[in-house]
């Protein structure tokens, strides 16, 4: 199993740029979330999605679309970046069966918007 | 409101020393609570949870956490610290409802001295 895989690794955007940063696990994991991680500021849960078709806002939604077409994809876009989406992004996955379930993570995407 | 804090954001201990890194959550329920690590450059990984029995909880790399509901405390240690244990260090804990979204504390930075 490759686990969470999350491309690219790395991507600089010019401020109105748009872009979407892919997500993709093999655990047939129904629960699926991004993160944001900015210095000094842990992680902040951007969107995410308990199935097919559902897909939620988390705490810092604003600038930012999912969809979950595939149980296997969680794609995250970016419809109009500015320097405030500078930041790590990382992927997460999970069972769905309950909150004690481990919480995968991919290898994040460092995203710059100059 | 849920959250979790990490009083200390930077800590370094010598090699061979031992390590507590100190956790306090809010959360009106039992919590369902994480410790990750994250490596420089990469992605997240567990290294424990608690959800109920036995408050102390043994994990990966030779760390442990005591659950303390008196004191909402979830403090980790290790007895011996290693340098591959430099890393950053975060708390979570599991929100409420079906989806348990992950409320991360900003996370603490451990430093190794050889």
């Known amino acids: 199993n490759a686990g969470v895989t999350q491309t690219p690794k790395f991507q600089v955007l010019k401020t109105g740029q748009s872009m979407t940063l892919q997500c993709a696990q093999d655990?047939?994991?129904?629960?699926m979330s991004w993160y944001r991680q900015d210095p000094g500021m842990g992680l902040r849960l951007i969107h995410y999605?308990?199935?097919?078709?559902?897909?939620d806002q988390g705490e810092v939604p604003n600038g930012y679309n999912v969809s979950r077409s595939t149980t296997e994809d969680f794609p995250l876009r970016l419809l109009s970046a500015a320097p405030s989406q500078t930041s790590v992004y990382f992927c997460?996955?999970?069972?769905?069966?309950?909150?004690?379930?481990?919480?995968?993570f991919g290898p994040g995407t460092r995203l710059t918007v100059l | 409101a849920q959250s979790v804090t990490q009083p200390d954001i930077h800590i370094t201990v010598s090699e061979g020393a031992s390590l507590e890194l100190r956790c306090n959550y809010s959360?009106?329920?039992?919590?369902?609570l994480f410790w990750y690590v994250q490596s420089p450059g990469q992605g997240l990984q567990l290294l424990l949870k608690?959800?109920?029995?036995?408050?102390l909880v043994q994990g990966i790399k030779g760390f442990e956490a005591e659950f303390k509901r008196s004191q909402s405390s979830f403090n980790l240690r290790k007895p011996s610290v290693h340098w591959s244990d430099a890393a950053e260090y975060f708390c979570?804990?599991?929100?409420?409802?079906?989806?348990?979204?992950?409320?991360f504390g900003k996370g603490t930075k451990l430093s190794v001295k050889p």
């Open positions: 997460a996955s999970r069972q769905r069966g309950g909150r004690y379930n481990e919480q995968f």
């Open positions: 959360y009106g329920a039992t919590p369902y």
């Open positions: 655990m047939n994991h129904e629960y």
């Open positions: 608690y959800f109920s029995g036995d408050t």
């Open positions: 979570a804990v599991a929100a409420g409802g079906s989806q348990g979204n992950l409320i």
């Open positions: 999605s308990v199935g097919a078709g559902i897909t």
